[in-house]
């Protein structure tokens, strides 16, 4: 069964403290692994898409990666305004474009 | 690029009474759109995938009777929470499948009393 998994499921930060935030995933050929960020009553706001193990992006102060197994979100001197809730999902196989999503890390920065 | 739209953002209605959602992709067009739900502090869950031209396809366990989804075009899809009840109290989500990934809505809440 395609899963994905995301830890940890809270994180807090100083200012300007570097971290890791993972997620990882079993899916029946992966089609896209997909982070989004989400502010509280809002919609989830996309940030990166990554399609095969190696691939790298970046975004100011986020870089993401992916192995065959997992994808790191890698925050550098995160500043207050990166607190959010953080989503990782994945897309398979299946021609029906639907996202199998993780739980989320709730990230709150502090100044 | 790639900016949904959900109006109303917010809605209060009495027990019994019927809501629609909609949601627009202003600059883009999305043959495909789909439709969450999110309770406070936990993931989206995918209540139905619209489809333009045709019928939903619902997750199992939604009904389909009570959240009617109409995509009469490439760029508004409706749901429509007939009958409403308390426990149907939550925030509404939908996202439009753009070329590379979903784009998501601002999100409804709806509150019924």
């Known amino acids: 069964e395609d899963q994905v998994t995301q830890s940890p499921e809270a994180l807090r930060l100083q200012e300007g403290e570097s971290s890791s935030l993972n997620c990882s995933y079993t899916v029946s050929g992966l089609r896209g692994l997909f982070w989004y960020r989400q502010d509280p009553g809002k919609g989830p706001e996309f940030l990166f898409t990554?399609?095969?193990?190696?691939e790298e992006k970046e975004k100011e102060r986020l870089k993401a990666t992916l192995t065959k197994k997992e994808s790191f979100l890698h925050i550098t001197a995160p500043k207050p305004e990166d607190s959010a809730t953080y989503l990782c999902?994945?897309?398979?196989?299946?021609?029906?474009?639907?996202?199998?999503w993780g739980l989320g890390t709730s990230l709150a920065v502090n100044p | 690029g790639a900016v949904v739209s959900q109006h109303p953002s917010r809605v209060i209605c009495k027990s019994g009474t019927s809501v629609k959602i909609e949601c627009r992709s202003l600059d883009f067009q999305a043959t495909t759109m789909f439709w969450y739900r999110q309770f406070p502090k936990q993931s989206l869950m995918l209540m139905a995938t619209s489809n333009e031209g045709s019928k939903a396809t619902y997750e199992q366990g939604v009904e389909k009777d009570k959240f009617l989804i109409n995509h009469a075009s490439l760029t508004l899809s409706t749901l429509t929470v007939t009958s409403a009840h308390p426990e149907d109290s939550s925030f509404y989500i939908c996202?439009?499948?753009?070329?590379?990934?979903?784009?998501f809505g601002p999100g409804t809440r709806l509150l019924v009393l």
């Open positions: 990554l399609y095969s193990a190696g």
């Open positions: 999902a994945v897309r398979n196989a299946g021609n029906n474009r639907k996202l199998i």
């Open positions: 996202s439009a499948q753009g070329e590379e990934t979903q784009y």
